[in-house]
């Protein structure tokens, strides 16, 4: 295996990784905001700010009259793109 393929592989691992990271943060205010986390924890406020930043494209992007559908909707729908993305890049970049 040349070197240029092994930093490929760990480039490759690195986005996965990132992505995964990503959707567990996601993921994470999802249970938090489910299970009424208090908001006036330092722990559930990071985790809110991180989740309200990475999905800031998608996390009004439905309108449900319920804000727990909302939020499952919005914030789900950007951790499973990052999830998909992330992936398919890492994927390609395994394959060179």
């Keep these: 295996m040349s070197s240029e ?3 490929a ?3 490759g691992t ?3 990784v990132v992505a995964d990271i990503m959707a567990l943060i996601l993921g994470l205010w999802i249970l938090m905001y489910l ?3 208090n908001r006036a ?3 559930v406020q990071f985790v809110h700010d991180a989740a309200a930043w990475l999905a800031g494209w ?3 992007l439905f309108t449900f009259h319920e804000a727990w ?3 499952v909707a919005g914030y789900g ?3 499973v793109v990052y999830l998909f993305i992330g992936h398919a890049i890492a994927n390609r970049m395994h394959r060179h």
């Design 9 to 11: 592989n760990q480039a």
């Design 41 to 43: 924890n330092s722990l």
């Design 35 to 37: 299970l009424d986390a």
């Design 14 to 16: 690195v986005v996965a």
């Design 77 to 79: 729908l950007a951790a």
């Design 69 to 71: 559908a909302r939020v």
């Design 5 to 7: 393929s092994r930093g």
């Design 58 to 60: 998608s996390h009004d």
